[in-house]
């Protein structure tokens, strides 16, 4: 890695020399007066055969190639409803215990809070004392059909006894349901152990997010104790406009990049268009599924995703042509399109291109301005071209 910086630092050295060769020869008074003639003109620099073969400066011509085009369109990262859960009590009460904290990964059913009513006690008594009348039933309706196995039983008396059994179990079923909903297990508070405070679970696998409540806080079933969103399942909503929302198609291709993350990029593909158009800005949304299995992606952020339309024949060059200048690209066209082989001053131009996809290597481009798109471009030592020149300064026509 030393070796390669030390090569570039070497050449671009050198290649700055060469360009300054010629200079040295002027006055100091005539450069004080004219210190701003020194700025190149990006639409004629010239290079001799020592300065290019200094950095091996190379061209080549555009190339139309079939690449993978689509629709750019900004957006944000969503979790769908089904995916995000804000957690209440099933009960109002006080919370006594917090068991997780922001951050941490859930999984569902896992009991996150423990909230205390003593509401509950009452609704355990009942519930095993229930039980007990459930046990009492069962063995007089045992009695019942033995005696009447023998004939020594009324028919009448076998009856109630079912019927009272009946009530019972259906009794203690709804009431066992009712403990189920508040976390708490039927078969221990049918062995006789009661609890005065009930979980709270997870309703979903996720990570938790806003917790809302403190230890000894009263909520109820309309407060939010903390929420939960599953991040493993978050989705896309790009915002693409409406002359080009009949090119897009379910199932294509997406590449988004997370616009606040160095532009890191993941694929998906769209899942659903939203029929309803948004009347502000003449978009709609268009859903799109995401490989987020790591879950290290999360809603709301910002992303830019690019919608595959299918493949096209479109200008390209290869992608170390391209030099960036703050938010503008560039690329440097041979103003005369012959070889760089003769030994002559050549002269070359700096030119802004809109930048497309980026496929196999080759990024497609648009010339901002008029250009002579036969002329070659520079396609290796751009970037030596490019800081040697800003070095001199520059100014354009």
Same mark, same amino acid.
């Given at each position: 890695?030393?070796?390669?910086?030390?090569?570039?630092?070497?050449?671009?050295?050198?290649?700055?020399?060469?360009?300054?060769?010629?200079?040295?020869?002027?006055?100091?008074?005539?450069?004080?007066?004219?210190?701003?003639?020194?700025?190149?003109?990006?639409?004629?620099?010239?290079?001799?055969?020592?300065?290019?073969?200094?950095?091996?400066?190379?061209?080549?011509?555009?190339?139309?190639?079939?690449?993978?085009?689509?629709? !750019?369109? #900004? %957006?944000?990262?969503?979790?769908?409803? $089904?995916?995000?859960?804000?957690?209440? /009590?099933?009960? =109002? +009460?006080?919370?006594?215990?917090?068991?997780?904290?922001?951050?941490?990964?859930?999984?569902?059913?896992?009991?996150?809070?423990?909230?205390?009513?003593?509401?509950?006690?009452?609704?355990?008594?009942?519930?095993?004392?229930?039980?007990?009348?459930?046990?009492?039933?069962?063995?007089?309706?045992?009695?019942?059909?033995?005696?009447?196995?023998?004939?020594?039983?009324?028919?009448?008396?076998?009856?109630?006894?079912?019927?009272?059994?009946?009530?019972?179990?259906? !009794?203690? #079923? %709804?009431?066992?349901?009712?403990?189920? $909903?508040?976390?708490?297990?039927?078969? /221990?508070?049918? =062995? +006789?152990?009661?609890?005065?405070?009930?979980?709270?679970?997870?309703?979903?696998?996720?990570?938790?997010?806003?917790?809302?409540?403190?230890?000894?806080?009263?909520?109820?079933?309309?407060?939010?104790?903390?929420?939960?969103?599953?991040?493993?399942?978050?989705?896309?909503?790009?915002?693409?406009?409406?002359?080009?929302?009949?090119?897009?198609?379910?199932?294509?291709?997406?590449?988004?990049?997370?616009?606040?993350?160095?532009?890191?990029?993941?694929?998906?593909?769209?899942?659903?268009?939203?029929?309803?158009?948004?009347?502000?800005?003449?978009?709609?949304?268009?859903?799109?599924?995401?490989?987020?299995?790591?879950?290290?992606?999360?809603?709301?952020?910002?992303?830019?995703?690019?919608?595959?339309?299918?493949?096209?024949?479109?200008?390209?060059?290869?992608?170390?042509?391209?030099?960036?200048?703050?938010?503008?690209?560039?690329?440097?066209?041979?103003?005369?399109?012959?070889?760089?082989?003769?030994?002559?001053?050549?002269?070359?131009?700096?030119?802004?291109?809109?930048?497309?996809?980026?496929?196999?290597?080759?990024?497609?481009?648009?010339?901002?301005?008029?250009?002579?798109?036969?002329?070659?471009?520079?396609?290796?030592?751009?970037?030596?071209?490019?800081?040697?020149?800003?070095?001199?300064?520059?100014?354009?026509?």
């Amino acid at each position: 890695m030393k070796k390669t910086i030390l090569i570039i630092a070497v050449s671009l050295v050198a290649f700055g020399a060469i360009m300054y060769t010629g200079r040295s020869g002027e006055s100091a008074s005539h450069e004080e007066e004219h210190e701003h003639a020194e700025a190149y003109d990006m639409a004629n620099i010239p290079l001799s055969e020592e300065q290019i073969k200094a950095v091996k400066l190379a061209t080549s011509p555009i190339e139309f190639r079939d690449m993978d085009l689509g629709i !750019k369109a #900004n %957006g944000r990262l969503v979790v769908r409803a $089904q995916n995000t859960a804000e957690v209440s /009590s099933t009960m =109002a +009460g006080v919370v006594r215990k917090i068991y997780v904290n922001e951050g941490d990964k859930v999984a569902k059913g896992s009991v996150i809070a423990t909230v205390e009513n003593p509401e509950v006690l009452a609704l355990q008594r009942e519930y095993y004392s229930v039980c007990k009348e459930t046990e009492y039933a069962k063995s007089e309706l045992d009695r019942q059909n033995y005696l009447a196995s023998q004939g020594a039983g009324l028919g009448k008396n076998q009856q109630q006894a079912l019927a009272q059994y009946n009530i019972s179990v259906a !009794k203690q #079923n %709804g009431m066992a349901r009712q403990l189920v $909903q508040f976390g708490i297990s039927p078969k /221990s508070v049918g =062995a +006789g152990k009661f609890t005065s405070a009930f979980p709270l679970r997870s309703p979903i696998s996720g990570t938790v997010g806003r917790i809302t409540a403190n230890l000894g806080s009263y909520v109820d079933m309309q407060t939010p104790v903390m929420s939960i969103n599953n991040n493993n399942a978050v989705e896309c909503d790009l915002n693409v406009f409406e002359k080009d929302i009949d090119k897009v198609k379910r199932g294509a291709k997406v590449l988004i990049a997370m616009t606040n993350q160095g532009n890191r990029t993941i694929e998906g593909y769209v899942s659903g268009i939203n029929e309803n158009l948004n009347e502000g800005d003449k978009s709609v949304a268009v859903h799109v599924k995401l490989d987020n299995r790591d879950g290290e992606l999360f809603g709301g952020m910002y992303v830019t995703g690019l919608i595959s339309t299918g493949k096209e024949k479109v200008e390209a060059v290869p992608s170390k042509a391209i030099v960036k200048d703050g938010n503008k690209s560039y690329v440097f066209v041979h103003n005369v399109n012959h070889s760089l082989s003769i030994k002559k001053t050549h002269h070359f131009s700096r030119r802004e291109v809109k930048t497309g996809i980026t496929e196999n290597g080759y990024t497609q481009i648009d010339f901002v301005e008029p250009t002579n798109k036969d002329l070659p471009v520079v396609t290796n030592s751009s970037y030596y071209l490019a800081s040697a020149v800003s070095e001199h300064g520059e100014h354009d026509h």
